[in-house]
């Protein structure tokens, strides 16, 4: 038949294939994306440990300061907690914009993750044959139905 001659699909026509998504699961088991979310929680961890070290050190400082002051007569009381004060404050402030940077880096990286997960799941779609996919929720029964998570996830990993 000549192109003029073949009928065109209408969307009743048209073979629809459904397939179904864990987009929790892919991201738990997405292993560079785990790693990656692991590796910032314990930049974090450590970044805030070393900060609350400072600050204990710094009061700790402070307060011996304060005590020697004291027995000198606690004319410089004022001007020791005053200075302490102010570092602790540079202290948190350094911390909450090194915080910042960290999370426009994170935001960035994931951001890369997404697309990898974005192309891996477009590849799973178009290999399969797919017109549609839908994410799986709670309570979504999957047993009748074309589950993809573990075809993109060996994409991924």
């Known amino acids: 038949k000549s192109w003029s001659q073949k009928k065109s699909l209408t969307p009743s026509d048209k073979v629809i ?3 179904y998504l864990d987009h929790s699961a892919l991201r738990k088991e997405y292993k560079a994306f785990k790693e990656a979310h692991a590796n910032f929680a314990s930049e974090f961890k450590a970044e805030k440990k070393s900060l609350d ?5 710094l009061n700790e400082q402070t307060n011996a300061s304060l005590k ?3 027995l000198r007569g606690g004319k410089n009381r004022q001007t ?3 200075q302490a004060d102010s570092k602790r404050s540079a202290l948190t402030t350094s911390f909450r914009q090194s915080q910042q940077q960290k999370n426009r ?3 960035a990286i994931i951001q890369e993750y997404e697309k990898k997960i974005m192309a891996a799941i477009e590849a799973v779609v178009n290999e399969g044959g797919f017109t549609d ?3 799986i929720g709670t309570g979504t029964d999957t047993t009748k139905r074309v589950n993809i998570t573990s ?3 060996q994409k991924l990993n």
């Open 17 to 19: 294939k459904i397939a």
């Open 53 to 57: 070290s400072a600050i204990s050190n």
């Open 68 to 70: 020697r002051d004291s």
């Open 80 to 82: 020791i907690s005053s």
């Open 105 to 107: 880096e994170r935001i």
């Open 133 to 135: 996919v839908k994410p």
């Open 151 to 153: 075809l993109v996830l």
